[in-house]
Every structure is written in structure tokens, then in C-alpha cells.
Nanobody
Framework: QAQLVESGGGLVQAGGSLRLSCAAS????????MGWFRQAPVKEREFVAA???????LYADSVKGRFTMSRDNAKNTVYLQMNSLKPEATAVYYC?????????????????WGQGTQVTVSS
């Protein structure tokens, strides 16, 4: 069983930046695909980004060019650097881990989830 703990959320003005972290414990996730999802109030959960064990990435069109996902396998941690934030990015951001090996934007493909961290972007 793996535990994922997100951190780094907070309140930021539009145009600002935040860096989210997701630390894993209980299992080495070196070979797992890691993903970030977000859920805004009264909206469906949506995919943000994913990274393979080798560093390949996949991004939602809405964040391409502004968000960057990375991982440090030695620290069992993944990151989401979010730049040029917009108010519509306000949501709870969740980290997830998938054992299936392929980059995926589908939440059902992920086995483990964190509790989430709140990101609020003011206009």
C-alpha cells in the first residue's frame, strides 16, 4: 500500500506561480506513472498532467506551456510547477499513482490517491 501526501497549495494572485509536491511512502513508486488531477467545486475531476517512470510527460491542453511536472525517484516525490496561474485553476489538486505503466489521463487507471491540496487563484 502506498500513501501519497500533497503539499504546496495556497492562495496566489492570477499570473503567479505555485509548486506542488507529492511525497510517497510505504512503497517505492519509481516504476509507477504519477499523475495530477484537480477538482473544482461542483465540477468533475479533471486530468492535469502525468509523468512516466522515465520522465515522459502528458499534459491537459488547458495547462500546456504553463505547468511542468517532474519527478525525483530518489526522493519518491513528484512535483507540479504551475506558472501563469488563472482563476479557473482554483481547485483541489490530487496526486495519483498508476502501476499500469502507460501515461494516462483517466483517473480509473490510477491505483493510489492523495488527500489533495487546495489551490486558490484570485483575480
Amino acid at each position: 500500500q502506498a500513501q501519497l501526501v500533497e503539499s504546496g497549495g495556497g492562495l496566489v494572485q492570477a499570473g503567479g506561480s505555485l509548486r506542488l509536491s507529492c511525497a510517497a511512502s510505504g512503497r517505492t513508486l519509481r516504476r509507477y506513472v504519477m499523475g495530477w488531477f484537480r477538482q473544482a467545486p461542483v465540477k468533475e475531476r479533471e486530468f492535469v498532467a502525468a509523468i512516466s517512470w522515465s520522465g515522459g510527460t502528458l499534459y491537459a491542453d488547458s495547462v500546456k506551456g504553463r505547468f511542468t511536472m517532474s519527478r525525483d525517484n530518489a526522493k519518491n516525490t513528484v512535483y507540479l510547477q504551475m506558472n501563469s496561474l488563472k482563476p479557473e485553476a482554483t481547485a483541489v489538486y490530487y496526486c495519483a499513482a498508476s502501476s499500469r505503466g502507460n501515461l494516462s489521463s483517466t483517473g480509473l487507471m490510477y491505483d493510489y490517491w492523495g488527500q489533495g491540496t487546495q489551490v486558490t487563484v484570485s483575480s
